[in-house]
């Protein structure tokens, strides 16, 4: 059945390659905003090699899924594009051994990619498994930064909310003529609503038309790959099809307007580990500074500190012995968010929803709930008032 060599040998770098058995080199697919139309993130396509479709408990299948996913980030284009990768798992290794996490994490970081920059998309088999034993193999995958997609056809809607993917694949017979079936239009409206319940973010495969587009976007779907997008032959860095604009019609009064995008400026961010002094050298250096954004090891803002609120504390007496030594995140207020998507009128709202504090700058987000950049409230009520 496998060509893989004896159980008991070490797996060599290119005994993956031997193994594939398919004679098909990877492929490259966008993983596309489709509201933005913005290249997010690059999946690689390519069949799972005989031999890992199976675990038998040694470790081998481990082993060798994690040197193949290596083998495809060195691949090609893949390990240059600065894009966010997704690569496809073979489900058989969640069961083979408990350190899968770490043997794929030393794998990829030695091809040059980090845990953060990283989906493993879990494959069809993925149904055969124990529930324990997903469960399971996601918290380990997780724990070590990595992030984890679900196709609808291999996994109920309990089991997403459970395990909380990062990514939820729609099955692309829901994807296929969704603009005039209006089962499929609220089936793939659910599982949307589902996923983004805790966290999860769906993904429409296999969109071929602009119509479909349209629709997946009304549905709540932020993602899509496709012949629609690219052909087959597509490579990194090159061109996609630009999304349609929504239409007039399709717009409410909260849509209307300039996107929150086109008063966006670029974050100042540090990790969540940055001391209070750090920051101070940041606002201390820039002057017209409003606010610091502090992210997490997947890039999603987990506070924001305020310019005046911080330096009351600092500068205060004993303010700099107390916090310039320790983590600026002490000092941090929970940020306040806005989608890409949202509108700059949607987003004003958003600043002004809180009865007991008015926030003067909104963190904007990709699809993925990582930081693009900030926007100053005063930025928007100056230039929507000139409209």
């Given at each position: 059945m496998s060509t893989l060599r004896n159980q008991h040998t070490r797996p060599g770098p290119d005994a993956v390659e031997r193994g594939a058995g398919s004679g098909r080199g990877p492929s490259f697919r966008p993983i596309v905003d489709l509201d933005s139309g913005a290249v997010v993130a690059l999946e690689i396509v390519v069949p799972v090699p005989r031999g890992l479709e199976?675990?038998?408990?040694?470790?081998?299948?481990?082993?060798?899924?994690?040197?193949?996913?290596?083998?495809?980030?060195?691949?090609?284009?893949?390990?240059?594009?600065?894009?966010?990768?997704?690569?496809?798992?073979?489900?058989?290794?969640?069961?083979?051994?408990?350190?899968?996490?770490?043997?794929?994490?030393?794998?990829?970081?030695?091809?040059?990619?980090?845990?953060?920059?990283?989906?493993?998309?879990?494959?069809?088999?993925?149904?055969?498994?124990?529930?324990?034993?997903?469960?399971?193999?996601?918290?380990?995958?997780?724990?070590?930064?990595?992030?984890?997609?679900?196709?609808?056809?291999?996994?109920?809607?309990?089991?997403?909310?459970?395990?909380?993917?990062?990514?939820?694949?729609?099955?692309?017979?829901?994807?296929?003529?969704?603009?005039?079936?209006?089962?499929?239009?609220?089936?793939?409206?659910?599982?949307?609503?589902?996923?983004?319940?805790?966290?999860?973010?769906?993904?429409?495969?296999?969109?071929?038309?602009?119509?479909?587009?349209?629709?997946l976007r009304a549905c709540g779907v932020r993602l899509g790959s496709g012949d629609f997008f690219a052909d087959p032959g597509w490579r990194p860095g090159e061109k996609v099809t630009p999304v349609p604009e929504p239409t007039a019609a399709a717009l409410d009064d909260s849509d209307a307007g300039p996107r929150v995008t086109e008063f966006m400026v670029p974050p100042v961010d540090f990790d969540a580990e940055s001391t209070g002094g750090q920051v101070l050298e940041a606002f201390t250096g820039d002057t017209a500074l409003n606010s610091v954004v502090l992210i997490d090891h997947q890039d999603k803002p987990i506070g924001v500190i305020d310019r005046t609120r911080f330096l009351l504390s600092v500068t205060g007496r004993y303010g700099h012995a107390l916090h310039a030594k320790r983590p600026a995140l002490?000092?941090?207020?929970?940020?306040?968010?806005?989608?890409?998507?949202?509108?700059?009128?949607?987003?004003?709202?958003v600043a002004g929803q809180d009865r007991e504090r008015v926030y003067d700058d909104l963190i904007v987000t990709n699809p993925y709930g990582q930081c693009l950049g900030v926007v100053h409230v005063s930025d928007l009520i100056q230039s929507l008032s000139l409209r």
């Open positions: 199976r675990a038998d408990g040694s470790g081998r299948v481990a082993s060798l899924s994690a040197e193949w996913l290596s083998s495809l980030v060195r691949s090609g284009v893949g390990a240059e594009s600065p894009l966010p990768l997704i690569l496809p798992l073979p489900s058989a290794a969640l069961a083979d051994r408990a350190d899968l996490p770490s043997l794929t994490e030393s794998a990829l970081r030695r091809a040059g990619r980090r845990p953060r920059d990283v989906t493993l998309m879990l494959t069809p088999d993925l149904v055969d498994l124990p529930r324990g034993r997903i469960l399971a193999g996601v918290v380990g995958l997780r724990a070590r930064g990595f992030r984890c997609g679900f196709g609808t056809a291999m996994a109920r809607p309990d089991l997403v909310v459970e395990a909380a993917p990062f990514l939820i694949r729609l099955d692309p017979r829901l994807v296929s003529g969704i603009d005039g079936d209006q089962r499929n239009g609220g089936i793939v409206e659910g599982l949307t609503r589902i996923g983004r319940s805790g966290g999860v973010y769906a993904l429409a495969a296999e969109v071929s038309r602009s119509e479909e587009v349209v629709r002490r000092l941090a207020e929970s940020p306040r968010t806005v989608p890409s998507w949202t509108s700059a009128i949607a987003a004003l709202r």
